[in-house]
């Protein structure tokens, strides 16, 4: 039985192709290999949002095929994924040891690929076209792992992104927004639910554009609050995530779904990019700084204890000291939990790669140090407020930090380790915090209060 390793780089749309390629291997009879040593196929999953990202998975192929092919001729080496898209052939006129390059709506093909290069009915292959509904085709999982029931889950809703940031490569890699029916995701999600699974996560690049083109507004609800209620629907599931939105999507509509779905958990990442009104222009956002600010109001309003994370770029084309200084007291003013702060990265076809005045790495390596620490005091403040409460977690399964232990999330997102055991998989169950770490809360069942 051959083997597959496949290693994935970026975001959790990316994680959920993986997924969808890995489960196709399986059905095929491949085995999936614990690491990269042994497996007969490697594929690297590729992510081009930033350059750091692409250079890393080039890195890793470079070290795969000087030090396999060597040894292992007849292993096969493939990328997946966004750079393959932007790349393609040139991956393997630079790197002639790759044998396969997937773009983005070509997932489902892979599998294929793999076959016919192992049983030598191919040499080469580079698939990077466009392919139409290939939306709907993301949706086998491998659940779980170890023999042990997932009780968490991935469900891509669409794929491709429309908003064309000035900053981003991802309209280009992905293509144009094309979403699955509400029928088709329904039914995956009942499938997982009777699996097991306990809460589910819609992936979409931008999730509150879900169908707009497609479906109408129904009572004054969009379609991605319609798709909400329909999974909500579903008997089994205890809870709903979505990652990400766009602040434009967040219309009176979807804020007030929140006190009124209950599974809807009280937590949302919405990516905000800068506190400053001049760069979110040049960003091509479509929002104000307080148009942002009043989205994140209206939703403490509806859920005072909903736990708000968002995305930030420092060292965006123009930024002055001032306009950095804007996005620092809009992290103050919006409280965030926490946030990921990326340093620009010119991409290649985007706008803001010509853009005049860009900002010198050293200049962006300092902005991101002084706002991570901000974050960092920000979000220790606000996990402390936690000590002595009382927290409803899902139980996840072993801590990754250490497996002696259980860990959980609270309905707003954040990571609770206690003292348990595998009965407690899959379990909703009340915890009382009784002390902090870093991002991180720790507790102790509150069975016996
Ligand atoms: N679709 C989401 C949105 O923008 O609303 C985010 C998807 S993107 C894959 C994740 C994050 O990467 C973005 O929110 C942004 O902060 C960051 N990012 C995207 N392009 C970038 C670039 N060229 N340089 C640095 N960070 C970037």
Same mark, same amino acid.
């Given at each position: 039985?051959?083997?597959?390793?496949?290693?994935?780089?970026?975001?959790?749309?990316?994680?959920?192709?993986?997924?969808?390629?890995?489960?196709?291997?399986?059905?095929?009879?491949?085995?999936?290999?614990?690491?990269?040593?042994?497996?007969?196929?490697?594929?690297?999953?590729?992510?081009?949002?930033?350059?750091?990202?692409?250079?890393?998975?080039?890195?890793?192929? %470079?070290?795969?095929? $000087? &030090? @396999?092919?060597?040894?292992? *001729? /007849? !292993?096969? +080496?493939?990328?997946?994924?966004?750079?393959? %898209?932007?790349?393609? $052939? &040139? @991956?393997?006129?630079?790197? *002639? /040891? !790759?044998? +396969?390059?997937?773009?983005?709506?070509?997932?489902?093909?892979?599998?294929?690929?793999?076959?016919?290069?192992?049983?030598?009915?191919?040499?080469?292959?580079?698939?990077?076209?466009?392919?139409?509904?290939?939306?709907?085709?993301?949706?086998?999982?491998?659940?779980?792992?170890?023999?042990?029931?997932?009780?968490?889950?991935?469900?891509?809703?669409?794929?491709?992104?429309?908003?064309?940031?000035?900053?981003?490569?991802?309209?280009?890699?992905?293509?144009?927004?094309?979403?699955?029916?509400?029928?088709?995701?329904?039914?995956?999600?009942?499938?997982?639910?009777?699996?097991?699974?306990?809460?589910?996560?819609?992936?979409?690049?931008?999730?509150?554009?879900?169908?707009?083109?497609?479906?109408?507004?129904?009572?004054?609800?969009?379609?991605?609050?319609?798709?909400?209620?329909?999974?909500?629907?579903?008997?089994?599931?205890?809870?709903?995530?979505?990652?990400?939105?766009?602040?434009?999507?967040?219309?009176?509509?979807?804020?007030?779904?929140?006190?009124?779905?209950?599974?809807?958990?009280?937590?949302?990442?919405?990516?905000?990019?800068?506190?400053?009104?001049?760069?979110?222009?040049?960003?091509?956002?479509?929002?104000?700084?307080?148009?942002?600010?009043?989205?994140?109001?209206?939703?403490?309003?509806?859920?005072?204890?909903?736990?708000?994370?968002?995305?930030?770029?420092?060292?965006?084309?123009?930024?002055?000291?001032?306009?950095?200084?804007?996005?620092?007291?809009?992290?103050?003013?919006?409280?965030?939990?926490?946030?990921?702060?990326?340093?620009?990265?010119?991409?290649?076809?985007?706008?803001?790669?010509?853009?005049?005045?860009?900002?010198?790495?050293?200049?962006?390596?300092?902005?991101?140090?002084?706002?991570?620490?901000?974050?960092?005091?920000?979000?220790?403040?606000?996990?402390?407020?936690?000590?002595?409460?009382?927290?409803?977690?899902?139980?996840?399964?072993?801590?990754?930090?250490?497996?002696?232990?259980?860990?959980?999330?609270?309905?707003?997102?954040?990571?609770?380790?206690?003292?348990?055991?595998?009965?407690?998989?899959?379990?909703?169950?009340?915890?009382?915090?009784?002390?902090?770490?870093?991002?991180?809360?720790?507790?102790?069942?509150?069975?016996?209060?």
């Amino acid at each position: 039985m051959p083997s597959v390793f496949i290693k994935t780089y970026g975001c959790q749309m990316n994680e959920r192709d993986s997924e969808q390629v890995a489960s196709q291997l399986v059905a095929k009879g491949y085995a999936l290999a614990p690491s990269e040593a042994m497996a007969d196929v490697i594929l690297l999953n590729t992510c081009s949002v930033r350059d750091a990202a692409e250079q890393k998975a080039y890195g890793k192929m %470079q070290t795969l095929a $000087k &030090e @396999l092919r060597r040894t292992r *001729p /007849d !292993v096969v +080496l493939g990328f997946m994924g966004c750079m393959a %898209q932007s790349r393609g $052939k &040139e @991956l393997i006129d630079r790197l *002639p /040891d !790759v044998d +396969l390059v997937v773009g983005t709506q070509k997932f489902h093909r892979a599998a294929d690929y793999v076959d016919d290069i192992l049983n030598g009915k191919r040499n080469k292959v580079v698939d990077v076209e466009e392919e139409t509904g290939s939306q709907a085709t993301i949706r086998e999982h491998v659940l779980g792992g170890n023999g042990h029931r997932a009780v968490t889950a991935f469900v891509s809703i669409m794929q491709g992104c429309n908003q064309y940031c000035t900053f981003c490569i991802v309209p280009y890699t992905r293509g144009t927004e094309r979403s699955r029916t509400i029928a088709d995701i329904v039914c995956e999600c009942r499938e997982l639910v009777a699996q097991g699974v306990k809460e589910i996560t819609l992936l979409g690049q931008i999730v509150t554009s879900y169908a707009k083109r497609d479906l109408p507004l129904q009572n004054g609800k969009s379609p991605f609050v319609q798709l909400l209620e329909a999974v909500h629907n579903i008997d089994g599931l205890e809870r709903i995530r979505f990652t990400s939105p766009h602040p434009k999507g967040y219309g009176d509509d979807l804020v007030e779904a929140y006190g009124r779905l209950p599974k809807l958990v009280e937590s949302a990442h919405i990516p905000v990019q800068s506190g400053s009104n001049r760069m979110l222009k040049l960003m091509h956002r479509g929002y104000t700084r307080e148009r942002f600010l009043g989205i994140i109001e209206k939703l403490r309003k509806v859920q005072p204890g909903i736990g708000i994370t968002t995305d930030i770029i420092v060292g965006f084309p123009g930024e002055t000291e001032e306009d950095f200084e804007q996005t620092v007291s809009l992290v103050r003013e919006a409280e965030f939990e926490n946030a990921f702060i990326f340093k620009y990265s010119p991409r290649k076809d985007t706008p803001a790669a010509t853009m005049p005045d860009q900002v010198p790495q050293l200049v962006k390596e300092e902005r991101n140090h002084r706002l991570l620490q901000f974050m960092n005091e920000l979000g220790s403040r606000k996990y402390n407020q936690f000590i002595g409460r009382h927290v409803q977690i899902l139980v996840e399964g072993p801590s990754k930090r250490n497996a002696a232990r259980m860990s959980g999330r609270t309905r707003c997102n954040k990571i609770v380790v206690f003292d348990g055991s595998e009965r407690h998989r899959g379990q909703v169950m009340d915890v009382k915090i009784t002390r902090v770490g870093s991002f991180t809360l720790y507790g102790d069942p509150a069975i016996l209060e």
